[in-house]
């Protein structure tokens, strides 16, 4: 299994400004992920960080709004731009538990968004 | 498309008993593994159980075993002695095995309660 660790853990903010959420992992991985988690829905895949080159997004996500960073193997960085109330979500990161084979994710506790 | 399905949007069960949510996917592919997942109050998403598609044999993790039909696509997880602790959304998802990516599919979840 592995460690994760989200920041904040939840926040209010403001209409129109941006807010980064940090994830550490507790071992060298070489995939995170960044999931939303609307009010009431499931899981969507926002983006893969990789380290060492550009994160890579899903349909319907984009860098401008959510930048994304990865300076190294046990951290990664989640920016929501300009943020509207329709970005208020639970954010979380997650990576690839050691079983190769199975490749069940391990996720974070999540960050809870607020937008006003 | 690949697609995962919870019919039963809420659930409930009285303590000591037996609860079984339902799980049904499409997906073209033959070689792919199954999950739940549980998010208790608290977000943090864990797994609770894993099935490879091409074990015959149903999983069981302690309380929790799956009944795995894979003609009918249907991947249901049985909660038996049911705890307080057991109260959380679960999460049904898949990852089909020839992806090196990432992309899980998840269903929309089923909120379980516990009476006590």
């Known amino acids: 299994s592995a460690v994760i660790s989200q920041k904040p853990s939840r926040d209010i903010c403001q209409r129109g400004t941006s807010l980064t959420i940090q994830c550490q992992v507790d071992?060298?991985?070489?995939?995170m992920f960044w999931y939303r988690q609307q009010p009431g829905q499931s899981l969507t895949l926002i983006a893969t960080?990789?380290?060492?080159?550009?994160?890579?997004?899903e349909s319907g996500f984009v860098i401008d709004k959510f930048p994304i960073s990865r300076p190294n193997l046990t951290f990664s960085t989640l920016t929501v731009s300009n943020m509207s109330p329709e970005d208020s979500s639970i954010y979380l990161c997650?990576?690839?538990?050691?079983?190769?084979?199975?490749?069940?994710?391990?996720f974070g506790e999540g960050s809870r968004l607020t937008v006003l | 498309a690949q697609t995962v399905t919870q019919s039963q949007p809420e659930m409930s069960v009285q303590e000591a008993e037996t609860v079984t949510l339902s799980c049904t996917y499409d997906t073209s592919e033959s070689d792919y593994y199954l999950f739940w997942y549980k998010q208790p109050p608290s977000r943090q998403m864990i797994l609770v159980i894993r099935q490879e598609a091409y074990k015959q044999q149903n999983a069981t993790e302690n309380r929790f075993s799956v009944n795995f039909q894979k003609a009918a696509k249907s991947f249901s997880l049985k909660i038996s002695d049911s705890q307080l602790g057991d109260a959380a959304m679960y999460f049904c998802a898949y990852r089909i095995t020839k992806n090196t990516g990432n992309q899980f599919y998840f269903g929309t979840g089923t909120s379980l309660t516990v009476i006590p």
């Open positions: 960080a990789n380290q060492g080159s550009e994160a890579t997004y």
């Open positions: 071992s060298q991985v070489t995939m």
């Open positions: 997650s990576v690839r538990g050691q079983n190769a084979n199975t490749g069940e994710l391990f």
